[in-house]
């Protein structure tokens, strides 16, 4: 194993000529596809790893300032591509920042990509003037105060909202354990990086074809998100609001959700 899939705790599962790269968003690890990588298994290479940061990778190896912007994260993937020896486009999905970070990356090496799933993905988190984005830069900054002041507290908070349910739910408490194994000024510069970041500029530059699974309510993610990405970006994209609730439907929904991205994995668009 090289040094980049060491660091990232890479895992390649299952067979088959097309591979793709499941890619996991804010708060959680690779273990948020479990529901998903048995059904894939059989019929494809499947590429799993943590992004820097999150709880299982080492936290001696995250620079502050190398992921002060996606722009770190977009050069991890590509060098795991490097690493892995990944030639032919990929599948690529992308569950909320890890969306934002395959369209960046296919913009550096559109032949590395085939398609793009985008889950509960975003361009910009903050309301700006003609776009909702779902918080004011005031919430924001009451969001890091908390996360500063009191780390366990705010996650025991985060976690049902941004699930879209109660406490005593297995998915609120998988997302809950996954966001106490992050080191808290760690987790603390993650969020700052990813809810300051503004991709509207350079979605016209994506040419791979998109597809945009939206639940139809998240509280992190507003559903006019969804229409957004598709009217702004460049390649062919295609829209499903799936009958879901929260940011994590691929944990908290899988009997409806799995479903519907195992379809567009499976489907091109047609043009």
């Known amino acids: 194993m090289g040094v980049v899939e060491e660091a990232h ?19 959680t690890d690779q273990s948020v596809w479990k529901h998903l ?22 936290p001696d190896y995250f620079d502050f300032e190398r992921y002060a912007s996606l722009q770190g994260y977009v050069l991890d993937l590509l060098a795991i591509f490097e690493e892995l020896v990944i030639t032919s486009p990929v599948i690529y999905v992308g569950h909320s920042v890890s969306g934002a970070i395959g369209l960046i990356a296919s913009i550096h090496r559109p032949d590395l990509f085939s398609k793009i799933v985008l889950i509960s993905a975003s361009p910009r988190y903050i309301n700006d003037v003609d776009y909702y984005g779902g918080f004011d830069q005031e919430e924001l900054d009451q969001l890091f105060d908390a996360m500063k002041q009191n780390y366990k507290s705010w996650a025991s908070g985060w976690a049902p909202l941004c699930v879209g349910g109660d406490m005593e739910s297995v998915a609120v408490q998988e997302f809950s354990r996954t966001l106490f194994n992050i080191r808290p000024d760690i987790a603390l510069s993650v969020a700052q990086t990813i809810f300051q970041s503004d991709l509207r500029g350079i979605l016209g530059l994506v040419s791979v074809p998109c597809h ?16 957004y990405l598709h009217k702004h970006l460049g390649g062919d994209s295609i829209v499903e609001v799936m009958p879901s609730d929260g940011h994590l439907p691929q944990l908290s929904s899988p009997e409806i959700v799995i479903s519907v991205i195992l379809r567009h994995i499976r489907f091109d668009i047609e043009t």
């Open 9 to 27: 705790n890479v895992r390649v599962v299952g067979s088959g000529e097309r591979t793709i790269v499941l890619a996991h968003g804010f708060g």
């Open 37 to 58: 990588v048995p059904h894939l298994v059989n019929e494809y290479r499947v590429v799993l790893f943590d992004n820097m940061g999150a709880g299982p990778t080492n």
């Open 212 to 227: 945009i699974l939206q639940s139809t309510k998240d509280l992190a993610v507003p559903i006019v998100i969804s229409e």
